[in-house]
Structures are given as structure tokens and as C-alpha cells.
């Protein structure tokens, strides 16, 4: 590890600790050489897999999208931002426990229709609308109609 303070390459480890969510660890150290302390952190480094878009162009998975669609969905709702974070991460971790190298856009929009039906059913509304591309007020309608049948049944 290179010193940022003097650029020397060794030194030593004074305290390491796992994050909260125990997907990092963060180390101490000090430069062997000008005693200057530092912080580093070590990250498993995931291969993500390709996404495949509907125009069957393919561009790696990129979880800031899926922030981002859920920002639009969510604007005005209460749902806070760890809300968010949490189900970009779930879907994350899925598409890397499922092994596989391309996974369609498909697969995506739907789990993140599913996770925002549990936790705001505006927002999933809002989301469904664009990602299914609702061509008129009727398809609308008919989307919140099953949602409500849906709730009674439960």
C-alpha cells in the first residue's frame, strides 16, 4: 500500500475492522517511514454480469440506473433514500447469485416492480407506467385495479 503522504510502500497494520454490512474491511496503517496513518478499505471486487437491453444491445450492469429509476419513482414519497439503496442492493446480489454472465432488462424491471410494491404502491405504479409503457388511461386503470383486488385478497 503506497503512503499517501510520502509515497513510501511499506507499513503496517494497526487495527482492521469489518463494515457494518461485513462486505468490506477497514484497515488502520502507518507508513513505516514518515509514521504518517492512513485509512484503507478492501472490497470483494464482483463480476457483474451484462444487461440486455430491449434493442438486444448489451452494456454492463450499472446499479446507479436502477438509483436512478427508483428516484423518479419515489420523487415525493415516503421513501427514504436507505429504502432505496436496500432494494438496488438486493437486486444486485441476486443477479450475482444467480451466476449467470448476460441477464435481460426484463428480469430487472421486474424485481424492481416487486420490491416497490412492498414498499410504496404509488411508487410502483408510477415505475410500472413507464416500464411497461402504458399506452392509454385504461391499461393505467387497470394496473390499480389489481392492485387494490390484489390488497383485498390478502
Do not use: W
Not at 454490512?21 to 478499505?41: A, H, N, P, V
Not at 429509476?69 to 421513501?79: D, F, N, S, T
Not at 409503457?133 to 385478497?153: L, P
Amino acid at each position: 500500500m503506497k503512503c499517501p503522504f510520502c509515497g513510501h510502500i511499506e507499513d503496517k497494520v494497526i487495527d482492521s475492522r469489518q463494515s457494518k454490512d461485513g462486505d468490506s474491511i477497514r484497515r488502520r496503517r502507518e507508513c513505516l517511514k514518515c509514521e504518517g496513518r492512513f485509512t484503507s478499505y478492501e472490497k470483494i471486487e464482483n463480476i457483474l454480469p451484462h444487461v440486455i437491453k430491449k434493442d438486444n444491445r448489451r452494456e454492463l450492469f450499472d446499479r446507479q440506473k436502477i438509483l436512478q429509476g427508483l428516484e423518479r419513482a419515489c420523487e415525493k414519497r415516503p421513501v427514504s433514500v436507505e429504502d432505496r439503496e436496500t432494494l438496488a442492493a438486493n437486486i444486485e446480489k441476486s443477479l450475482l447469485a444467480s451466476g449467470e454472465k448476460e441477464i435481460p432488462t426484463t428480469l430487472i424491471g421486474e424485481q424492481i416492480m416487486n420490491g416497490l410494491k412492498e414498499i410504496d404502491e404509488v411508487a410502483y405504479v408510477r415505475f410500472a407506467s413507464v416500464y411497461r409503457q402504458f399506452k392509454d388511461i385504461k391499461e393505467f386503470m387497470q394496473e390499480i385495479k389489481d392492485i387494490v383486488y390484489n390488497r383485498k385478497k390478502i
